[in-house]
């Protein structure tokens, strides 16, 4: 079954600093992977998704995110982060064999400090 | 643009009570699920429809039930409630199984 790791619970990090968000999934056959973000007692939003095409993949916010099939990676990167950006952060996969319901992480809080 | 609605917003329900969640998903889209986040949780699948039909079903409580309606709004329905029960549910809809997925900003519910 598909599983996603999200290694980092906490993200600390000084604003205008860059960050990245690391997530690693279990199979590489065809999946599309998506990074939510998550503000306290708010909905989740799609930040970016890689479906297919360039593994360069950019979103919303400044955000972007690479496709590293051989690593069974995609990992989340802002060159320079702001305070408004302090959130929860969940990596989900989804494929046909887990009838494309999403999978998701345990969740990365990152925290801008000024 | 349309987006996923969810309701009520919040829910505050009693032990051994029954809630209903209802979601109507955005128009054209006929793959609706439901998760379910606990506190400091990630979201968590608990069951799908595509089409009106029961298209997956996660780690449901068999006091859970969900149907799809013909207006492909759909419904979560809870019974016998208990304490662990109180998260926030999401639903979420896409066209096709294997679209992109938009998330409303669910139904907190508290169960006392």
């Known amino acids: 079954a598909q599983s996603v790791t999200q290694l980092d619970s906490q993200v600390p990090v000084f604003e205008e600093a860059p960050v990245e968000l690391r997530c690693n999934y279990s199979s590489s056959v065809s999946v599309y992977l998506f990074w939510y973000v998550q503000y306290p007692n708010q909905g989740l939003q799609l930040l970016l998704k890689y479906l297919s095409g360039s593994t360069l993949v950019k979103g919303i916010n400044g955000f972007e995110a690479e496709f590293n099939k051989s690593q069974t990676s995609f990992h989340l990167r802002k060159p320079s982060v702001h305070i408004s950006d302090t959130a929860e952060y969940f990596c989900a996969v989804s494929d046909r064999d887990s009838s494309y319901k999403l999978i998701f992480g345990s969740g990365t809080r990152l925290l801008v400090r000024p | 643009a349309a987006g996923v609605i969810q309701s009520p917003r919040h829910l505050i329900k009693e032990k051994r009570e029954t809630a209903t969640l209802k979601c109507y998903p955005i128009p054209r889209h006929d793959t609706v699920y439901w998760y379910q986040q606990g506190p400091g949780q990630d979201p968590q699948f608990l069951i799908s429809f595509y089409e009106k039909m029961q298209s997956d079903k996660g780690s449901i409580p068999d006091r859970f039930s969900a149907q799809q309606f013909s207006d492909y709004h759909s419904e979560l329905n809870m019974s016998s409630l208990e304490l662990g029960d109180s998260a926030l549910y999401f639903c979420?809809?896409?066209?096709?199984?294997?679209?992109?997925?938009?998330f409303g900003q669910g139904t907190r519910l508290t169960v006392v």
């Open positions: 979420a809809s896409s066209f096709d199984t294997h679209t992109e997925a938009f």
